[in-house]
Each structure stands twice: as structure tokens, then as C-alpha cells.
């Protein structure tokens, strides 16, 4: 049994009721948005999202229905189109492995069937008169698109802080956890100062989450040393560089800075500054960073009931922090 299939175990019912619910809610009478559709169903990924709403959910209210389905549903289905949009600004032609939908049905539909998906999951929550669920999803899309906003202006001209960088990942990444986690609470019952509690813990989570796919980019096969780099060839700031970049000033900035602008895509010289940033302490730093976040966030519902949900909420934010892919 898988890492994820044992975090499931506390929600196994709920979320096999889920699939159906959630197949449900993408049908269309257009044909060709069916068959994307049915493309997209087939190539869908651990559902780490459903996995924290109904978690959440589950730790505060054993008796969990639909609301919760329609917040899992609304958080999967805006999920997935920020991902279709997101392949769409990266000029990306592979997602998970397999063909984009950008790849195969150019960006005019690959931007339609985002905003299609994106209407859906607001539409779901007004068929349902699930107004709060509207309103915690509807904040996550406008810190996503304002995060996505923020990290174009300030990649353009390198000049990404510490601070702007945390207030990047804030937005981009760690507003949909967030909304996961508060969305799941909601749904369960809880009150206004339950929500903001567990959406501040999802932000947390989502915030380790990041700076880990920032790690992941220096790693292969989990070998700290062999690493992809692909950032740093797509010229892009990530918090290991950001700390070596702040640590240093005068030549050896000038000369990070310049290898990332005109030398990205030439191999030795990104192969030697990634030496470098590992050297400088660039991970160290930042895996200090993550697991801080991660302990605030555990800190947050170290007050909840115990219960098998809980202690699998637990378990899947220390899979965030110590994946391998």
C-alpha cells in the first residue's frame, strides 16, 4: 500500500463517492469539450486537494455530505483549469507525462476549456446555495491570478526578494491549499474562527509545499547534487538562489545574475551554479524554511479532536514536505 493510499483510508468511502459526484459535474452537451473532458479524467493526478478538504472536513465532523462534495468538487475543477491556463502563459506541451491540452488543442481552447472548468466549480457552488464555499474559492482565484501577476513583473527584471518571493508562493500556491483546508471546514459545519484558523493552516502547508517543488528542481532520483535545474533555464528565481543572491553582493551576484540571464540554457554554466547554491547553502536554507512552515501549520490544529482523520491530515502534511516527485 502507497504512502497516499494509507492516508486515504479515514476517507476511502467518501472519496470514491467523490469520483462520480466530481464526473458528474464536468458533463457538457458539447462533444468536443466531452472528449477534453474525458482526456482530462483519465490523466488526473493523487487528488491531493479533495485529499485536504475532505480530511478537514472529516476531522471536525464524522457525518460528512454534500457540501462537502460540491467544495471538493469546486477546489478540482478550478484546480484543473488553473493548470490548463498555467500550460497555456508556460508555452508547456507536457503535463504529468502525457500531452498538454495545450499540446494537442492549441491555447485558443485550452484557455476556453480553463474558463468553461473555472465557471463550472462557481456555478456548483450557486446551484447549491453554497454562497460561503463561493466565497472562500472566489479569494483563492484572485490570489492566484494576482501571484501569477506579481512573479511575471518581478521575473523580468530578476529582482525577486526574499519577501516578495514569500509573497509570491502566498498567492500563487498556497491560496488554493488554503482554500482546501477553510473550504473543507466550512463544509463541515464549522464556524467563522474555525475556518480562518484552518485556512491559515492550509496556507502554511501550501507555502512547505512550494519551497519543496523548489528543492525538488536540485534533486534526481531524491540525490541532492544531480539535478534537473530547470528554473534556473527557465530564468526563474526560486527561494535557494533568492537566499544566495541576498548573502552575496558586488561580483558574485553580478555573476549569478548574469549566468541566469545569458547563460541559462548553456549546461556547465548552470551545472556550476547549481554547485554553487548547494555549497553556499542555498537547500539547507531553504529546507529550514520549509520545515517551519510545515511546524506552524501542525501547531495550528495541534488543539482539533484526535481522530483517524486527523492523524491523516498529519500524515499528508508530512508527505507535502517529504516527497519525491
Known amino acids: 500500500m502507497s504512502e497516499t493510499d494509507?492516508?486515504?483510508?479515514?476517507?476511502k468511502k467518501e472519496i470514491d463517492a467523490f469520483e462520480s459526484f466530481f464526473r458528474s459535474s464536468?458533463?457538457?452537451?458539447?462533444?468536443?469539450?466531452?472528449?477534453?473532458?474525458?482526456?482530462?479524467?483519465?490523466?488526473?493526478?493523487?487528488?491531493?486537494?479533495?485529499m485536504f478538504v475532505f480530511l478537514t472536513a472529516k476531522m471536525l465532523n464524522d457525518k460528512i455530505g454534500d457540501s462537502t462534495n460540491t467544495a471538493a468538487s469546486m477546489i478540482e475543477l478550478l484546480h484543473t483549469a488553473t493548470l490548463i491556463h498555467d500550460d497555456v502563459v508556460d508555452e508547456s506541451y507536457e503535463r504529468r507525462g502525457f500531452f498538454s491540452i495545450n499540446a494537442l488543442w492549441k491555447s485558443k481552447?485550452?484557455?476556453?476549456?480553463?474558463?468553461?472548468?473555472?465557471?463550472?466549480?462557481?456555478?456548483?457552488?450557486?446551484d447549491n446555495d453554497e454562497y460561503d464555499l463561493l466565497r472562500i474559492v472566489s479569494v483563492a482565484v484572485r490570489e492566484m491570478s494576482e501571484g501569477e501577476l506579481l512573479q511575471i513583473q518581478k521575473s523580468r527584471k530578476l529582482n525577486i526578494t526574499e519577501d516578495v518571493?514569500?509573497?509570491?508562493?502566498?498567492?500563487?500556491?498556497?491560496?488554493?491549499i488554503?482554500?482546501?483546508?477553510?473550504?473543507?471546514?466550512?463544509?463541515?459545519?464549522?464556524?467563522?474562527?474555525?475556518?480562518e484558523k484552518l485556512h491559515l493552516f492550509g496556507e502554511y502547508v501550501g507555502i512547505a509545499?512550494?519551497?519543496?517543488?523548489?528543492?525538488?528542481?536540485?534533486?534526481?532520483?531524491?540525490?541532492?547534487?544531480?539535478?534537473?535545474?530547470n528554473d534556473i533555464k527557465e530564468k526563474k528565481l526560486t527561494l535557494p538562489i533568492i537566499h544566495v543572491l541576498e548573502k552575496n553582493n558586488g561580483t558574485e551576484k553580478k555573476e549569478i545574475l548574469r549566468t541566469i540571464k545569458k547563460h541559462h540554457k548553456n549546461k556547465k554554466?548552470?551545472?556550476?551554479?547549481?554547485?554553487?547554491?548547494?555549497?553556499?547553502?542555498?537547500?539547507?536554507?531553504?529546507?529550514?524554511?520549509m520545515n517551519e512552515y510545515k511546524a506552524k501549520a501542525l501547531e495550528i490544529i495541534a488543539p482539533f479532536p484526535e481522530n483517524e482523520a486527523k492523524k491523516s491530515l498529519i500524515d499528508l502534511v508530512d508527505y507535502v514536505v517529504s516527497r519525491s516527485k
Request: include cysteine; glycine fraction near 8%; aromatic fraction near 6%.
Open 6 to 11: 494509507k492516508i486515504l483510508i479515514p476517507i
Open 26 to 50: 464536468m458533463q457538457t452537451k458539447i462533444p468536443l469539450l466531452n472528449i477534453i473532458m474525458n482526456y482530462i479524467l483519465r490523466r488526473k493526478g493523487k487528488q491531493m486537494r479533495p
Open 109 to 126: 481552447i485550452s484557455v476556453l476549456v480553463g474558463d468553461y472548468l473555472l465557471s463550472k466549480g462557481l456555478l456548483l457552488a450557486v
Open 165 to 176: 518571493y514569500f509573497e509570491i508562493i502566498r498567492k500563487k500556491t498556497a491560496a488554493l
Open 178 to 195: 488554503a482554500a482546501c483546508t477553510a473550504a473543507g471546514a466550512k463544509s463541515a459545519g464549522a464556524d467563522n474562527e474555525t475556518v
Open 209 to 229: 509545499f512550494q519551497i519543496k517543488d523548489d528543492l525538488l528542481d536540485y534533486q534526481n532520483n531524491g540525490k541532492i547534487g544531480k539535478p534537473s535545474g
Open 269 to 289: 554554466k548552470v551545472q556550476d551554479l547549481i554547485d554553487y547554491i548547494i555549497k553556499s547553502g542555498g537547500l539547507d536554507y531553504s529546507s529550514q524554511k
